[in-house]
């Protein structure tokens, strides 16, 4: 079956700076991959997603970037402020309305 | 429409008790699907429906878990002879094959402690 792996568990930057995740899939039928950020007692929320026939998406201050190729696929979050502060799963699917697979998530701290 | 909402927020048992969890999707959403949530880990699949058809059941889900949605609007998920690690949050999620790629959407989970 479909196995996500995800780095960093952990991520901390300067408020400003970038962030960045890395995930990796192992099931070539997954055709796609949201994001979802979790904050602390909340539910998982989506923040954006990408389709595997689509190499790259942006949404203001977040990209994601996807090699279909290499079963890779990046969050980027640009100029973080402290509000993003939370936990991130990468995960994969075959279609948006099938199963989801999460990886284990990325607890990113930005600090003020 | 709220969202899809989950009763109750928190459910505490002993051992061996049975509990019984119920999810609302969003009214027009198909598909509903339950998950499994530990501490610092993500969230990982148990089942799913599409209306009242379950489709699928994780290989990691014992006998003692089963999971209904009798009219295809909302669902149940129920726990028999419960055990400590039962202990967690139970995540339901909905959406809809019938509108395009939607995403699923979750509700606010319902956390299970065993004593």
Known sequence: GENVEQHPSTLSVQEGDSAVIKC??????????PWY?????????????????????????????LNKTAKHFSLHITETQPEDSAV???AASETSYDKVIFGP???????? | ?????????????KRGQNVTFRCDPISEHN????????????????????????LEKSRLLSDRFSAE?????????????TEQGDS???????????????????????????L
């Open chain 1, 24 to 33: 990796t899939y192992s099931d070539s039928a997954s055709n796609y991959f």
């Open chain 1, 37 to 65: 950020k979790q904050e602390l007692g909340k539910r998982p929320q989506l923040i954006i997603d990408i389709r595997s026939n689509v190499g790259e998406k942006k949404d203001q201050r977040i990209a994601v970037t």
């Open chain 1, 88 to 90: 991130y799963f990468c």
């Open chain 1, 105 to 112: 998530g990325t607890s990113l701290s930005v600090i003020p």
């Open chain 2, 1 to 13: 429409d709220t969202g899809v909402s989950q009763d109750p927020r928190h459910k505490i048992t």
């Open chain 2, 31 to 54: 598909r509903l699907y339950w998950y499994r949530q530990t501490l610092g880990q993500g969230p990982e699949f148990l089942t799913y429906f599409q209306n009242e058809a379950q």
């Open chain 2, 69 to 81: 949605r009798p009219k295809g609007s909302f669902s149940t998920l129920e726990i028999q002879r």
């Open chain 2, 88 to 114: 967690a949050m139970y995540l339901c999620a909905s959406s809809s094959t019938n509108a395009g790629n939607q995403p699923q959407h979750f509700g606010d989970g319902t956390r299970l402690s065993i």
